[in-house]
């Protein structure tokens, strides 16, 4: 009986126009049934306004609010904290209809819930160097990296760190300066440098080159390949101790721990 | 987990030192949850009597860390879920600021009324948060906010009968079996009552009080909305609840909404406190006691100042009422 009351009165929380009438079955007021469909409706609807702050500036209020309304609609929360609610809304935004001539939204919308995602992860340990160095470097070559739990890539055919950074400037300055969408691809890390602290940098070729292939679970000899074939030059000490200090990286798996 | 060892709390300055004896009022709450032997760990004392705290807010998270200029409040309440991370930014904060100030875990999501239980790693998160910041309180409420697989982030509403009754009581059991400690149960507020209903919310809680050994925490607020909107009778509803059971008191601001033919009280917990619930918080104490009241301020979060002096008008009503009645001044301690 209470489950089937749930069921009718939750069917009827964020699909239907909030002053129509309560969900069928349901002997209730529709004025004040709406109170709860619309607390439901604007406290989903804030959680995404808040977890994506630069994508709703960059469409304005009022498109942000009409995509994430059917965001919320159509993808509900099945967690009960808010931390992990947005995950999907990226993907969402791209292929939302209305929004296919910002083509660049999706991967500025990946930025967001990337430093969601690092604000809220847990506290794994991270890649310490010294673990590293006492690799033998027969084993090196083979050696399976991963991304830190806080950490994320997100490599974009848009200049979408330069979007990013323009309207986060934007909220400081008051004046949002222009960016050149033909500069193309550029490739982001986001991560959790400081225990209080979320980073958010933009890579070079060869650093892309190398955390697309720990992403794809490839290993460190792989990835260090692929770094030097993509930039010429490419110093893998100098680079790979720079994505440490960001903890970029997992701590090197215990089973594979030759240290002790 | 918080990095480490949790040191001695510092006494904060600018209010009064927490009590730290036995409080009459606690024991015979305890006595009552002896009839049930849950063999549950007993606290002797809150230590909260008679303390006016405030919801700890993440625009105000940094006020509480600079240990040179620690903000004047006797203890804080957080959000559980805000904190169900399992690390991270927040819930680094949170350790170091519950190494200074003692905390209150407020739920708003475990969805105690769903008919389809608790949902286990919910509640596993929930008890992580528990065991990390050690809380002398926690709550959560009457209400659901899932269905199936789906969270409404909202507290839905209830019909009072006895199944009602039975998944409650069921849910606050299992909650509470698995923190090893009773909680208290907030009555939501109200803008829909079922025709099905068969009992009154104050009699529903004070089974509910009775079937499990919980507490209840008094939201005034949301008192005051339910009389309005529902016609409860909020003299009646004090009288009815027994004074032993409430652990805790909420205040918060509301406002006008529904239509002109229908006008209700909404829960905003966006403004300041009403007279009207001020007056209300004045009967709940000469009735239940000098209970560990909260300021609860969600939405349009104003500066932390405003927060302190609506905490220090509760505390001055709190003196007030304990000076003007021998009676709740017993409990005070």
């Known amino acids: 009986m209470l489950d089937e009351f749930q069921r009718r009165f939750a069917s009827g929380l964020l699909i239907g126009t909030l002053n129509g009438s309560a969900p069928e079955g349901l002997s209730v007021d529709s004025l004040r049934f709406g109170v709860y469909a619309h607390n439901a409706r604007s406290s989903l609807t804030k959680a995404i306004e808040n977890a994506f702050p630069v994508t709703r500036q960059l469409v304005g209020v009022d498109f942000f609010t009409a995509m994430a309304e059917q965001f919320v609609a159509t993808h509900p929360p099945r967690e009960g904290w808010l931390s992990a609610y947005g995950g999907s809304f990226p993907h969402y935004v791209a292929h939302y209809r209305p929004a296919a001539d910002l083509p660049y939204l999706p991967d500025l919308a990946r930025i967001e819930w990337a430093r969601v995602r690092a604000a809220s992860a847990p506290d794994d340990p991270s890649l310490d160097l010294k673990a590293f160095a006492a690799v033998p470097p027969d084993a090196l070559e083979n050696l399976p990296m991963s991304l830190h739990v806080a950490a994320s890539f997100v490599s974009s055919p848009f200049p979408v760190f330069d979007i990013w950074r323009a309207h986060k400037l934007a909220d400081r300055d008051k004046q949002l300066t222009q960016v050149d969408l033909a500069k193309g691809t550029q490739n982001v890390l986001i991560s959790r440098p400081g225990v209080l602290e979320i980073g958010v940098a933009l890579l070079g070729p060869g650093d892309a080159a190398f955390l697309t292939s720990v992403v794809g679970h490839l290993s460190f000899g792989v990835a260090c390949e692929a770094a030097v074939l993509a930039e010429m030059g490419y110093d893998i000490g100098t680079r790979l101790g720079d994505l440490v200090v960001v903890r970029a990286f997992a701590a090197i798996a215990k089973n594979i721990d030759v240290t002790s | ?333």
């Open chain 2, 1 to 333: 987990m918080c990095p480490r060892e949790l040191p001695r709390r510092l006494p904060g300055r600018g209010y009064p030192p927490l009590e730290t004896r036995e409080s009459i009022h606690m024991n015979s709450i305890l006595n009552t949850m002896s009839a049930r032997d849950r063999g549950f760990k007993r606290p002797s004392s809150t230590g909260l009597e008679g303390s006016v705290g405030i919801g700890l807010r993440s625009s105000h998270s940094e006020r509480f860390l600079d240990a040179n200029n620690l903000p004047p409040v006797p203890w804080l309440e957080v959000l559980a879920e805000n904190y169900f991370g399992r690390g991270g930014i927040n819930h680094q904060m949170l350790c170091r600021i519950a190494e200074r100030y003692p905390i209150s875990v407020h739920g708003v999501a475990l969805s105690l009324g769903s008919a389809d239980g608790i949902v286990p790693e919910h509640l596993e998160r929930l008890a992580s948060l528990v065991e990390d910041v050690q809380p002398r309180l926690v709550s959560e409420h009457l209400a659901w906010s899932r269905s199936g697989e789906v969270y409404y982030n909202d507290l839905l509403p209830l019909p009072l009968t006895e199944e009602t009754l039975d998944v409650v009581s069921a849910n606050v059991d299992q909650t509470q079996d698995r923190l090893g400690r009773t909680i208290l149960v907030e009555n939501p507020s109200g803008y829909l009552a079922f025709e099905q209903s068969t009992m009154s919310e104050a009699a529903f809680l004070t089974r509910l009080t009775e079937r499990t050994g919980c507490g209840l925490l008094l939201d005034v607020n949301n008192l005051f909305i339910s009389g309005a909107n529902l016609g409860i009778d909020t003299a009646e509803w004090l009288s009815i609840v027994p004074t032993n059971v409430v652990g805790e008191i909420h205040l918060a601001g509301h406002e006008m909404g529904g239509t002109p033919d229908q006008p209700l009280l909404m829960d905003t917990h966006g403004a300041a406190v009403t007279p009207g619930v001020w007056a209300l918080y004045i009967a709940s104490l000469t009735r239940f006691g000098l209970r560990p009241t909260m300021i609860e301020w969600d939405s349009d979060v104003p500066s932390l100042e405003v927060l302190l002096e609506e905490a220090s008008r509760a505390q001055q009503i709190m003196a007030q009422v304990s000076r003007s009645d021998p009676y709740s001044n017993r409990y005070a301690g």
